[in-house]
């Protein structure tokens, strides 16, 4: 299992709902580091490029007009398998069918609203830093908790 980093956006109805602080405090608890953090307005322009697999389809117009809404929050968070131990705590797209335990589990109630974005994979992951962040806004940096949140041979 790789050190990855993954991308995660909280969602304007994550900063609208207040629940910010919540959604982070569950990733760092789970043992996931912090590498990036900005908050910011998605543009439409932004939307397209970071939601390019969409574009095409029905319901892209409303996400849209969801994501470019409010103020944001892009994260970029490190750990052993980061990338896939992120979309576990996601649970599904739909808040109402996602498991409890779950982040759109336990605080959504939409299939749009669903509070955070996290990338499906390697890839997307690289590519949504990159579209978020320069290089020069991602931090790298040892912490005495490191011994203890995953063994040396995890990674
Ligand atoms: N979405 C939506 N209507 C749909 C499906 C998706 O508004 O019918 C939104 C929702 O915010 C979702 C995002 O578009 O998170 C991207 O969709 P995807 O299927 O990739 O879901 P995810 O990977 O975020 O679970
Ligand atoms: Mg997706």
Request: proline share 6%.
């Amino acid at each position: 299992m790789a050190l990855e980093r993954t991308f995660v956006l909280l969602k304007p109805d994550a900063v609208a709902r207040r629940l910010c602080g919540e959604i982070l405090a569950r990733f760092e608890a789970k043992g996931l580091k912090l590498a990036g953090m900005k908050m910011l307005k998605v543009t439409p322009e932004l939307s397209k490029q970071h939601y390019a697999e969409h574009v095409q389809k029905k319901f892209y117009p409303q996400l849209e007009e969801f994501i470019t809404s409010g103020p944001v929050v892009a994260l970029v968070l490190e750990g052993p398998g980061a990338i896939s131990v992120v979309r576990t705590m996601l649970g599904s797209t739909n808040g109402r069918e996602s498991a409890l335990g779950t982040i759109r589990g336990d605080f959504g109630m939409s299939r749009q609203m669903n509070l955070v974005h996290g990338s499906d994979g390697p890839e997307a992951a690289t590519r949504e830093i990159s579209i978020y962040f320069k290089p020069e806004e991602l931090l790298s940096y040892p912490t005495s908790l490191d011994p203890w949140t995953f063994a040396g041979d995890e990674v």
